[in-house]
């Protein structure tokens, strides 16, 4: 397990060199810090779900840095989504649409994706560079998220590859989830963004 601070450009390309080989990097987003792996490799995002602990009924969310990336994991937009697109990305709104083909199978048991841009400098210069990353809480399930890479090395650091210490990150809820396969759409988890933000965006 390597840890690299963020000063300078050196963090970037071991990232961008350690998630080419399929294995895991963890990284600050705008909420705590997060697990991630390519997207569209099936064999690195069932090595998530390992370091996790987590079931495979409970799909792995996909960041990714613009929207040019985001049509390319989605089957295809809605007027809704796009919408709240709009107006909450970047930021901790996550959009539940139909899986885009070419992602890693494992991500979802269901036909589904959840989407999102974070509102963090890292996170996004990151997934610029690398493409669409499937990303959890760097955390085991059932643990308390990792607001910062000690919490990560210490809990786990057998698991991850290389850890990115951006500082600490600002901790707080997960995302809001809105699933707009549905007409109308439908509020999944409730999140920083409230549901009565999310109807005034949809009704206006």
């Given amino acids: 397990m390597e840890i690299v601070t963020t000063i300078g450009s050196e963090w970037k ?3 961008i060199e350690v998630l080419a ?7 600050p987003t705008d909420t ?15 090595k998530l779900y390992l370091a996790k602990g987590r079931s495979h009924e409970k799909a792995i969310p996909v960041l990714v840095a613009n929207l040019e990336q985001f049509v390319d994991v989605v089957d295809r937009t809605t007027f809704a989504a796009m919408r709240l697109v709009e107006k909450f990305w970047p930021g901790p709104l996550t959009i539940v649409l139909g899986q885009g083909s070419g992602l890693a199978s494992s991500i979802s048991v269901h036909a589904t994706v959840g989407v999102r841009i974070p509102d963090h400098p890292i996170a996004q210069e ?3 560079e690398t493409g669409p990353l499937a990303v959890t809480s760097a955390n085991r399930s059932g643990d308390p998220e990792a607001c910062t890479a000690e919490e990560i090395e210490a809990k786990m650091g057998a698991q ?3 850890i990115v210490d951006g500082g600490r990150t600002l901790g707080g809820q997960p995302s809001t989830v809105v699933d707009c396969t549905q007409d109308p759409p439908k509020i999944l988890r409730a999140g920083p963004i409230s549901d009565e933000e999310i109807h005034t965006v949809l009704q206006a």
Avoid: M, P
């Fill in 160 to 162: 991850v590859h290389l």
């Fill in 126 to 128: 990151l997934i610029l």
């Fill in 32 to 46: 705590v810090y997060g697990l991630g792996a390519d997207a569209f490799n099936d064999q690195a995002v069932r």
């Fill in 13 to 15: 390309k071991r990232a």
């Fill in 21 to 27: 080989r399929g294995e895991l990097v963890a990284f």
